[in-house]
């Protein structure tokens, strides 16, 4: 059955670099797939996968969502009630807890139970920018990675689940936080896995097997 | 453990690279996409273009470039060179750029860089500063260091952290294309005020001066070119090198 994959379009970011991703992939593992950017309800309905990428703060994103008409309703139906493979990449991750302290203090969809705090900065250089570590924290096979990989970075706060069986994987940058997560149906990665080469079209060949 | 960055740059001219890589037998060698993928397939983090077209409208064909460039390679991709607007901004990182790299627009009008941080995040806006050491004091340049400008470089690294830059290009004009090693004291003296990762470029002949810059020069990120494209060594020798001298690099 051909895989109808959709990037939602909420105006946040480079959202081409995730398209061509899942594209590539779909090439390289000859998936039957047909990779779609839009934010039409019609086409969330239709989907077999949908992605949430995210660029920039929490707040603009969350607004970007709410401001495209029966977008939330339209994810919440797929996610929630069908319960189809759903992955948020970066601040489209973070807008999966129930809380952001960016710039304030703002709701997000909270799917899953934790919130996002900023980074402690411990002298270091910040955004966490670059390659880092990602471990997994178990071996189930519910996890989008099997061993230790390099993906890339860029952020500045991070989520903190509530529930540790909702970590799959950590990376340590100052502190060792959630780089990716999971409930049930609902993935979310901290880093790009559209930027980190192999490592990342793998991870994205994972997800659409789920 | 964060990883040091190597970025190779390829200088790009009305859509074809001019200074890229020698070595390898690419089927059209003055075609961006191939020679991005090339080093993204050989060990390369990032890849940045700088565009040097003399015109406004050639520079058009850099957003095609980008285009093609973001169905072949997966790893951040930063294009800097002719930047002025917020406009130009926004089409190359519809386009699939990761990030851009401003200079001289953000020495003419500082406020493109709080205005385009804010707008896109501060996570695309790279910063390039070229500096060069006139009576004792580091100047930064504009215009691929054709112009000379009164601002004292450090204070401007600090201006345009506060503004809101993402991270900082760091070019010591003194030592491009010298081989001698990046100009680590530059280097050191950026590296301490600014919060945000430094890049550093200009001066890399030996793999000895990439360990330095990050050593000496605490640099986040090492950009190099010619010694890439004429292969004097590649990106997988420089990291299996500084990986035996225990520096972190994604191998």
Redesign the interface.
């Known amino acids: 059955m051909q895989k109808k994959i959709t990037i939602i379009d909420y105006g946040s970011?480079?959202i081409?670099?995730a398209q061509?991703?899942f594209?590539?992939v779909s090439q390289e593992y000859e998936i039957n797939a047909e990779v779609k950017i839009s934010n039409n309800h019609k086409d969330i309905k239709n989907s077999t996968h949908l992605v949430l990428p995210g660029?920039?703060?929490f707040l603009s994103c969350m607004n970007g969502l709410k401001n495209t008409p029966g977008i939330i309703d339209a994810i919440y139906e797929f996610a929630q009630i069908k319960k189809h493979p759903f992955l948020g990449i970066c601040v489209g991750m973070q807008l999966l807890a129930e809380d952001s302290e960016e710039n304030g203090n703002h709701k997000g969809l909270g799917w899953i139970n934790g919130n996002i705090k900023a980074l402690p900065?411990k002298n270091l250089?910040?955004?966490?920018?670059?390659?880092?570590?990602t471990t997994p924290c178990n071996t189930l096979s519910n996890n989008l990675i099997s061993q230790k990989e390099?993906f890339?970075f860029?952020?500045s706060y991070y989520f903190k689940c509530r529930f540790r069986e909702n970590i799959l994987a950590e990376t340590?940058?100052g502190i060792t936080f959630p780089s990716i997560v999971a409930k049930e149906n609902i993935y979310g990665v901290q880093f790009?896995p559209?930027?980190?080469?192999?490592q990342?079209?793998k991870l994205i060949k994972s997800f659409l097997t789920k | 453990?964060?990883?040091?960055?190597i970025i190779p740059c390829l200088d790009v001219k009305d859509g074809r690279v001019v200074k890229g890589i020698n070595f390898v037998d690419l089927v059209d060698a003055g075609d961006p996409v191939e020679q991005a993928k090339h080093y993204?397939e050989n060990g390369a983090?990032e890849i940045c273009f700088l565009d040097i077209s003399a015109s406004l409208e050639k520079r058009e064909t850099m957003i095609n470039v980008v285009?093609e460039t973001?169905?072949?390679v997966?790893?951040?991709l930063t294009v800097g060179g002719g930047i002025s607007s917020i406009d130009n901004i926004k089409s190359l990182?519809?386009?699939?750029?990761?990030k851009v790299s401003i200079n001289s627009a953000a020495i003419k009008n500082p406020e493109i860089v709080k205005q385009s941080s804010d707008y896109?995040?501060?996570?695309?806006i790279v910063v390039a500063v070229d500096v060069k050491k006139i009576n004792n004091n580091w100047l930064v340049h504009s215009h691929g260091g054709t112009i000379k400008t009164n601002l004292e470089a450090l204070e401007w690294l600090e201006k345009i952290q506060d503004l809101g830059a993402?991270?900082i290009l760091l070019t010591s004009m003194d030592r491009d294309g010298t081989k001698l090693g990046f100009d680590l004291e530059l280097l050191n003296h950026a590296s301490k005020i600014?919060?945000?990762?430094v890049i550093a470029s200009g001066g890399v002949g030996k793999m000895q001066h990439f360990y330095d810059g990050v050593k000496k020069g605490k640099a986040?990120?090492l950009l190099a070119a010619s010694v890439f494209h004429f292969n004097e060594f590649s990106i997988k020798d420089v990291k299996k090198y500084l990986n035996s001298k225990n520096i972190s690099v994604?191998l």
Not at chain 1, 194 to 198: A, F, G, I, L, P
Not at chain 2, 120 to 124: K, M, N, V, W
């Open positions: 970011g480079n081409l670099s061509q991703s594209i590539k660029q920039g703060a900065k250089k910040m955004p966490h920018m670059g390659w880092n570590i390099d890339y860029v952020h340590l940058y790009h559209e930027k980190s080469s192999s990342g079209l | 453990m964060l990883k040091v960055r993204s983090d285009k973001a169905k072949e997966f790893i951040p990182l519809k386009a699939g750029a990761d896109f995040g501060s996570q695309c993402g991270e600014l919060k945000i990762p986040n990120a994604r």
